[in-house]
């Protein structure tokens, strides 16, 4: 399986970061996947944003939930993040992995938020 992340490289303070993965050799569908979003800002360690499963249910760090959204387009074969309420604190290596605790991963996007 692969996963490819893409979306905007710079966002300004208080917009909202989309960004949206897509899954290659195999489905989003498929039991009993978990699919992860990821992010490791500069000179921290790796940060579990949250997942949706395959089902379709999600899961959020508690303490990002209140500004993260995940969904998913089962035609596409995608799933997306929605970050809001941007802060230089938020800027980050983000990764889209699949599994709870992830066995494949993307390649990580830059994420940098600035104005």
């Known amino acids: 399986v692969q996963l490819q992340e893409s979306g905007p490289g710079l966002v300004k303070p208080s917009q909202t970061l989309s960004l949206t993965c897509t899954v290659s050799?195999?489905?989003?569908?498929?039991?009993?996947?978990?699919w992860t979003w990821i992010r490791q800002p500069p000179g921290k360690g790796l940060e579990w944003i949250g997942s949706?499963?395959?089902?379709?249910?999600?899961y959020y760090s508690p303490s990002l939930k209140s500004r993260t959204s995940i969904s998913r387009d089962t035609s596409k074969n995608q799933f997306t993040l929605q970050l809001s309420s941007l802060t230089p604190e938020d800027t980050a290596i983000y990764y889209c992995?699949?599994?709870?605790?992830?066995?494949?991963w993307g390649q990580g996007t830059q994420v940098t938020v600035s104005s």
């Open positions: 992995a699949r599994g709870r605790t992830p066995e494949y």
């Open positions: 050799g195999g489905s989003i569908t498929t039991n009993y996947y978990w």
């Open positions: 949706i499963i395959y089902s379709g249910t999600t």
